[in-house]
């Protein structure tokens, strides 16, 4: 995990780089492709641990991040859509300090383009709510991400993909950096066995 926090109100300065954890992905089609859309229904678990924090912080997090994602072609083999709500409870730690338990709950629309057989482009739009406790009881504030994506299909079972957002938006006062990063990147290689 890379961070670079500067200038955040109650966040020490730090940049650095270290092991954040490990994660498990499991995932199961509720609903395969089909209709003239060619629409899909997925739903996925991905249980992660990890012992390091915002700002260097170092202890303990344990989450359960659940997601379903719609996709549909509405142009076959080039126009690409995607809508994805998530639910992800957590209990985490600082080391020496007592355990807290929060949630997010997300939702995101994206559309890709294809430009070759391999490559594609697009944006993405992502609105996420944080809370206290684990059913989302109490809420903390909201923001509202937007950016590019890209997927590349390097071979016939390996995917390169990637995204960055930056937060144009946040409640309950403007842009929330107390609960949220000011951009948001993800480089994600898949490969199939």
């Not at 609960?179 to 490969?191: K, P």
């Amino acid at each position: 995990l890379g961070q670079s926090i500067h200038g955040v109100p109650d966040l020490p300065d730090y940049a650095g780089v270290g092991f954040a954890g490990v994660s498990n992905e499991w995932r199961y089609v509720l609903a395969p492709r089909s209709g003239p859309w060619s629409v899909q229904a997925t739903v996925t678990a991905a249980p992660e641990w990890s012992r390091l924090g915002e700002g260097g912080v170092r202890g303990q997090e344990f989450a359960l991040p659940l997601l379903f994602i719609l996709e549909a072609q509405p142009i076959a083999r080039r126009l690409y859509a995607a809508l994805n709500l998530s639910y992800a409870p957590e209990i985490a730690r600082s080391d020496g300090e007592p355990w807290s338990r929060g949630s997010t709950l997300a939702a995101s629309a994206a559309l890709s383009w294809r430009l070759t057989p391999d490559a594609m482009i697009g944006g993405e739009a992502d609105l996420t709510n944080v809370f206290d406790g684990l059913a989302a009881q109490n809420w903390r504030g909201s923001a509202l991400f937007l950016g590019p994506t890209f997927h590349y299909q390097v071979r016939e079972n390996v995917d390169l993909s990637g995204a960055w957002t930056q937060q144009i938006g946040g409640w309950p006062h403007g842009p929330n950096l107390a609960e949220f990063t000011r951009s948001q990147a993800r480089l994600r290689l898949e490969i199939d066995f």
